[in-house]
């Protein structure tokens, strides 16, 4: 069917204008990312801002001290971007394969006040989806594709990190461990118990293997309540309910034992209240087939390796 000329125009221009919109929460989140990272990931960073905030700026110096500010920043920004786009990007182009209308991948960038500098990225899906194969394949493609993203820059950040000193004055953060960081750590330190120093390149890949999981808990309509779904359509409240509830547990557990609070107390809340219900497709299918369910058996074994019981800690 030929759709008449003044709507191929409207779709071709809200095609522009989507394209246009994604290029621009790109690049904010480029600078974003940046500057987080050289300012919260790389001591060499922070300290060229402070020297240049501090008066540099009018001297020679400034251009250099800029310069550096913006390279020690590189590492943490590339990292971010390459995994959102690679997680965004196995989502879009799942929807394109199938030919189920979405958005361009749009990142969301944050103030570099927020610890990340970004709050992800994101696909809009504009139309249906017409079976439960399609469903899985578009649910899973996004944290396959950016999980060896990464990995790949948490190796990189662990190979190069260097072993931490004594705390130091006015608090600190902790970022807590999977069992897959402990793995790494181990292999490449010889300590699974080592103190090291966050730097841009592992805070990237920790963030990015925070992102997986939290996208592949099995709830509601994310990434792991997709794949549920697709398997078992049946289970999917229950195991929505289950996932909250285990959030729950861990968030009073952390509280009860050591008297903090847990990082996963508002996505417990979020999961409890709207993460229990699933749009159904549009006609079903009696399975998905021995290759999915292999595939869906991937998805959990990431989801359990890469899985932060406590992600963030704060020392006063």
């Given at each position: ?24 929460l790109?690049s ?6 940046l ?6 990931f ?25 310069a ?8 943490y ?6 995994f959102?786009?690679?997680h ?9 394969y ?15 006040v ?9 696909i ?6 017409p ?8 649910g899973?493609a996004?944290p ?52 090291l ?11 990015g ?7 592949l808990?099995?709830?509601?309509q ?10 078992l359509?049946?289970?999917h409240r ?33 999961l ?6 699933h749009?159904?497709?549009?006609r ?13 058996l991937?998805?959990?074994?990431v ?7 406590h ?6």
């Amino acid at each position: 069917m030929t759709l008449p000329d003044d709507v191929q125009a409207g779709v071709a221009r809200r095609a522009r204008g989507s394209a246009r919109l994604a290029g621009l929460l790109a690049s904010l989140t480029f600078v974003s990312t940046l500057l987080t990272g050289s300012l919260n990931f790389s001591e060499g960073g922070g300290r060229a801002f402070q020297a240049l905030v501090n008066g540099a700026a009018g001297d020679e110096r400034a251009f250099s001290l800029l310069a550096f500010v913006l390279l020690a920043g590189i590492p943490y920004a590339a990292g971010v971007m390459l995994f959102l786009a690679a997680h965004e990007m196995g989502h879009y182009l799942a929807c394109r394969y199938y030919g189920v209308p979405c958005t361009p991948p749009y990142f969301i960038p944050a103030p570099v006040v927020f610890l990340f500098g970004t709050l992800g990225a994101v696909i809009r899906i504009k139309g249906a989806i017409p079976d439960r194969r399609v469903l899985f394949d578009i649910g899973v493609a996004g944290p396959l594709a950016g999980f060896p993203v990464a990995l790949g820059f948490t190796w990189w950040g662990l190979v190069t990190a260097e072993t931490a000193g004594p705390a130091p004055d006015g608090g600190f953060i902790v970022f807590g461990d999977s069992l897959l960081t402990r793995l790494v750590t181990l292999l490449v330190h010889g300590d699974a118990g080592a103190e090291l120093l966050a730097n841009g390149a592992f805070m990237a890949g920790w963030f990015g293997l925070l992102a997986t999981t939290m996208n592949l808990i099995p709830a509601g309509q994310l990434d792991g309540g997709h794949i549920v779904f697709a398997v078992l359509p049946r289970w999917h409240r229950a195991a929505s309910l289950a996932a909250a509830l285990f959030l729950i547990a861990l968030v009073v557990s952390r509280w009860a034992f050591h008297g903090e609070y847990s990082a996963w107390m508002l996505w417990a809340v979020i999961l409890l209240v709207l993460g229990r219900r699933h749009p159904p497709v549009v006609r079903g299918r009696p399975g998905l087939g021995k290759g999915r369910f292999i595939v869906a058996l991937a998805a959990a074994a990431v989801l359990v390796v890469s899985f932060m019981p406590h992600p963030i800690a704060i020392f006063d």
